[in-house]
Structures are given as structure tokens and as C-alpha cells.
């Protein structure tokens, strides 16, 4: 593993552990070269899956492979503020990514990759929800996002 802050080449791990609810593994590491301590995570990565992105009026789809940090970094934004510890995120995004790789397609629309991340910020936070929905179907208008949240406000439990 090549040291992020002199770029030599060997480091020793220092310590593994599970990460991600066990679908990762977490290593700690220390540079050879310099000494420096850094973390690197380790993934189960079944098959190459390339996302489906529609294009714009006029333009053809375009394929580009999924990428799990940008997954992460779009659920993070939407829970940003809220009291949802980085774990439960995690766990959200692992889980999308098992859902997307068990299905056994090369390409998935990322449609569905949006409502799977739906599904399950409904279920953690629903602000998050709201605030993901509302990049994600494209609100327009301040009525659009009012009966976005009306229709999670009547279908949550009292």
C-alpha cells in the first residue's frame, strides 16, 4: 500500500478490524518510509457494475461505473445536521451496494439506485428523506416540496 503523505511503497498494518456492519475491513497502517499512521478500508467487490445515467433531452444515456463514495457523500449531504451517527450511514450505503451487486446485472439505472436510497432514509431519518427526494425528483417550486412532505407527514405512524 503506497503511503498517502511520501508515496513509498510499503507500510505495515497495525491493526484489522470489521468495519461496515462486517462488510469491510478496516486497517490501520504505518508508512515504512516516513512513519506516518493512515487508515485504508477493504471491500468485497463481486463484479463491475456500471450505472445507467439518463441524458438530457436529445442525448443518449451514458454508462459510468458505480461508484460507492459518491453514493456516500449524496446520503451524507442529505443527513448532514441530523442526528445520525456515521455507522447507521454506512450500514445505508452497504446496504444499497449489497442490493445492487446481489442482483447479478452488469447496469443498473439510477433511477433504481435512487429509490433504493429512498427506501432507506425513509426508514432512518425523515428529513433526510425529504432532503435527498427533493435533489433526486428534481423540485421545482416550494409546492412541490410542501406535497413531497405532506405525503410523509400522512403516511408516518402516530
Do not use: N
Request: glycine share 6%; aromatic share 6%; net charge neutral.
Amino acid at each position: 500500500m503506497r503511503c498517502p503523505f511520501c508515496a513509498h511503497e510499503s507500510s505495515q498494518v497495525k491493526d484489522s478490524r470489521p468495519a461496515e456492519d462486517a462488510s469491510a475491513i478496516r486497517r490501520r497502517r504505518q508508512c515504512e518510509g516516513c512513519g506516518a499512521r493512515f487508515t485504508t478500508f477493504e471491500r468485497i467487490h463481486l463484479r463491475e457494475i456500471l450505472v445507467l445515467k439518463s441524458g438530457v433531452e436529445g442525448q443518449a444515456e451514458r454508462r459510468e461505473p458505480f461508484d460507492r463514495t459518491k453514493l456516500e457523500h449524496a446520503v451524507t449531504l442529505a443527513c448532514r445536521k441530523r442526528a445520525i451517527d456515521q455507522e447507521r450511514i454506512d450500514r445505508l450505503v452497504s446496504g444499497v451496494q449489497r442490493q445492487i451487486e446481489t442482483r447479478g446485472e452488469s447496469e443498473i439505472p439510477s433511477a433504481e439506485i435512487g429509490e433504493m436510497v429512498m427506501e432507506g432514509l425513509r426508514q432512518l431519518d425523515p428529513v433526510a428523506y425529504i432532503r435527498f427526494a427533493s435533489v433526486y425528483r428534481e423540485f421545482s417550486e416550494a409546492r412541490d416540496f410542501a406535497q413531497f412532505a405532506s405525503t410523509v407527514r400522512d403516511a408516518a405512524p402516530e
